[in-house]
């Protein structure tokens, strides 16, 4: 084993050691979230879990995910400033498909949306990175759909309103993606 000191660049080892434990503590979450999703997409067939223990992974798994983000970012050598505005871009993303979510199964009761955009969130833990993030958005659109329909919702209303929350967001995304590239551009070009 060789040892590291803190020069040329490389992080303290107080730091790098707080970052290998929550790199382990991330990874031993997923482990267990990967178990928990397994189990909520067989549920999710038959009824929707209720309930706060949903609601509260839910927010556990996409609080984790910005959190690592965050904390990830320097060591994958990623800019710091993009990784804070793809967390913002998602946390503030994952109120307005709540809403969405409202609006687009007005029929359904507020708690059966509730749960299903609960079970949506848990794959943000995963969202540590844009590829991930996208893996994650696609997880969450299958699991939403899977706890709408599992909460009773009919078929074609629960895949309309999962068509339209994570449609939205998709589009948002892309638009995003596209005036940052045309401000690239344009700042280039000058």
């Known amino acids: 084993m060789v040892a590291r000191g803190g020069t040329g660049g490389d992080a303290p080892p107080v730091v790098a050691s707080a970052v290998s434990a929550l790199f382990l503590a991330w ?7 990967l178990r928990a999703l397994a189990s909520l997409w067989r549920r999710t067939t038959s009824a929707v879990p209720r309930g706060r223990s949903l609601g509260v ?3 556990v798994s996409l609080a984790m995910g910005a959190v690592l983000s965050l904390a990830l970012a320097r060591p994958l050598r990623m800019p710091l400033a993009e990784v804070a505005v793809a967390v913002v871009w998602t946390l503030g993303w994952a109120g307005l498909r709540l809403g969405i979510l409202r609006l687009a199964a007005p029929r359904t009761s507020p708690g059966r949306v509730r749960a299903a955009w609960a079970a949506g ?11 991930l993030r996208v893996l994650a958005l696609a997880a969450s659109a299958w699991l939403t759909l899977g706890a709408l329909e599992g909460g009773g919702v009919p078929r074609r209303e629960a895949r309309r309103a999962a068509a339209v929350a994570f449609g939205a967001e998709a589009a948002a995304a892309v638009v995003r993606w596209v005036a940052a590239s045309a401000l690239l551009y344009v700042s280039a070009v000058r």
Request: hydrophobic share 55%; charged share 15%.
């Open 27 to 33: 990874r031993r979450a997923l482990t267990a979230i």
């Open 57 to 59: 992974a839910g927010g």
């Open 121 to 131: 969130l848990l794959p943000a833990a995963f969202g540590v990175t844009d590829v």
